[in-house]
């Protein structure tokens, strides 16, 4: 099985940075795209950002330009550092892992970031 641990969701103002963390464990595989996306009250879950283990990125339209996401295969960790952050980038962020070879997606439980204005 593969598990999810994200970290360093907070509260922050306008205008500032945070940096995410999450770090899989488990029968990971080697490829395998990780990523985030998030969720707030009343919408659907959005893509942030993914990269894949060969570093091909995608990112959501309501981010890009603001965040930057980067893997360490060794480790099996993926961050994503959000600059700029505005009050519509509150929600739950939950980081994800596809495994290629057999199409299984793994959710962690979320982190909360909340930007207030």
């Known amino acids: 099985q593969v598990q999810l641990v994200e970290s360093g969701g907070g509260l922050v103002q306008a205008g500032q940075s945070l940096n995410l963390s999450c770090a899989a464990s488990g029968s990971t595989s080697s490829a395998n795209n990780m990523g985030w996306y998030r969720q707030a009250p009343g919408k659907e879950r959005e893509l942030v950002a993914t990269?894949?283990?060969?570093?091909?990125?995608k990112y959501g339209e309501s981010v890009s330009g603001r965040v930057t996401i980067a893997r360490d295969n060794a480790k099996k960790t993926v961050n994503l550092q959000m600059n700029n952050l505005v009050p519509g980038d509150t929600g739950l962020y939950y980081c994800r892992l596809e495994i290629y070879y057999n199409s299984r997606v793994y959710w962690g439980q979320g982190t909360q970031v909340t930007v207030s204005s």
């Open positions: 990269i894949n283990s060969g570093y091909a990125i």
